[in-house]
């Protein structure tokens, strides 16, 4: 018995696997017997497109950003951080990463999830509280990840934020360094017109409180407590009230 195959065309971008030779049915592979004037038996094998292998190579490309902007909020010292995506694929999160005052030194300092899949634009926003005191020049850039682990960084923005005064202040807390007890103290009553007074305290650690009131005695025992609660270092208190903010460095000992 002798076999040929017959009617194979070249086709662009398909390899064509064929393992063994059988007259019996396989998928979309099919034999025929031929008649022969001999006393052979002769097969021609009929291999539809369905059975070759399409060889396809993948290129993974940087997402596409409509916007991406960061923005300094002076009213609570923070810088806002947003970006939009035009659509996604497999799109698994990002890592917004930070320098100051240069290019050369970044760290991570947040992780957003991202939508995964997505036709439509997608917004993205993070704020960052962790300015210097100092000011300077805050850079920031994404680290893009896929869910295949493949990454790709964002451009470079950045920010410019004014260092904390030290001229005339509103207010003052005192003793300052202190070993827990403090008092905040006003000192021009004519920046104050009976608004609420909202302070945030951060300690050494990051941990933080929120305090609200109009009584300034309240706030002074409120921190005094987070003082005494917590460990020895510098500690920043930021105090809004109306359109006004300021920022006071305090040493527990």
Same mark, same amino acid.
């Given at each position: @018995?002798?076999?040929?195959?017959?009617?194979?065309?070249?086709?662009?971008?398909?390899?064509?696997?064929?393992?063994?030779?059988?007259?019996?049915?396989?998928?979309?592979?099919?034999?025929?017997?031929?008649?022969?004037?001999?006393?052979?038996?002769?097969?021609?094998?009929?291999?539809?497109?369905?059975?070759?292998?399409?060889?396809?190579?993948?290129?993974?490309?940087?997402?596409?950003?409509?916007?991406?902007?960061?923005?300094?909020? =002076?009213?609570?010292?923070? &810088?806002?951080?947003?970006?939009?995506?035009?659509?996604?694929?497999?799109?698994?999160?990002?890592?917004?990463?930070?320098?100051?005052?240069?290019? =050369? #030194?970044?760290?991570?300092?947040?992780?957003?999830?991202?939508? !995964?899949?997505?036709?439509?634009?997608?917004?993205?926003?993070?704020?960052?509280?962790?300015?210097?005191?100092?000011?300077?020049?805050?850079?920031?850039?994404?680290?893009?990840?896929?869910?295949?682990?493949?990454?790709?960084? =964002?451009?470079?923005?950045?920010?410019?934020?004014?260092?904390? =005064?030290?001229?005339?202040?509103?207010?003052?807390?005192?003793?300052?360094?202190?070993?827990? #007890?403090?008092?905040?103290?006003?000192?021009?009553?004519?920046?104050?017109?009976?608004?609420?007074?909202?302070?945030?305290? &951060?300690?050494?650690? !990051?941990? #933080?409180?929120?305090?609200?009131? @109009?009584?300034?005695?309240?706030?002074?025992?409120?921190?005094?407590?987070?003082?005494?609660?917590?460990?020895?270092?510098?500690? &920043?208190? #930021?105090?809004?009230? !109306?359109?006004?903010?300021?920022?006071?460095?305090? &040493?527990?000992?």
């Amino acid at each position: @018995m002798s076999y040929r195959v017959l009617g194979i065309k070249p086709i662009r971008v398909y390899t064509c696997l064929l393992l063994s030779f059988s007259p019996l049915f396989i998928g979309n592979t099919f034999s025929k017997e031929k008649e022969s004037s001999s006393s052979k038996k002769e097969y021609e094998y009929y291999i539809s497109e369905a059975d070759t292998l399409k060889q396809e190579v993948f290129r993974i490309f940087p997402l596409e950003y409509l916007d991406y902007d960061a923005s300094y909020e =002076s009213s609570n010292r923070t &810088i806002k951080l947003k970006w939009t995506t035009a659509k996604e694929r497999d799109n698994s999160h990002f890592e917004v990463e930070r320098s100051i005052n240069s290019i =050369s #030194e970044w760290e991570t300092i947040d992780r957003i999830e991202a939508a !995964g899949f997505s036709d439509n634009p997608v917004d993205y926003y993070f704020i960052d509280q962790g300015i210097p005191l100092a000011g300077g020049i805050v850079y920031y850039r994404l680290k893009q990840f896929y869910k295949s682990s493949t990454f790709f960084y =964002s451009g470079i923005v950045s920010v410019r934020v004014p260092k904390i =005064s030290d001229s005339k202040k509103a207010l003052r807390a005192f003793p300052n360094p202190t070993n827990g #007890e403090i008092k905040l103290e006003i000192l021009d009553r004519e920046k104050f017109q009976g608004q609420e007074i909202r302070v945030r305290v &951060i300690n050494p650690l !990051g941990e #933080e409180e929120d305090y609200s009131s @109009m009584d300034f005695n309240f706030i002074s025992s409120k921190i005094s407590s987070f003082l005494q609660r917590s460990t020895r270092g510098i500690y &920043i208190l #930021e105090i809004n009230w !109306g359109k006004d903010s300021e920022w006071i460095k305090l &040493i527990k000992n």
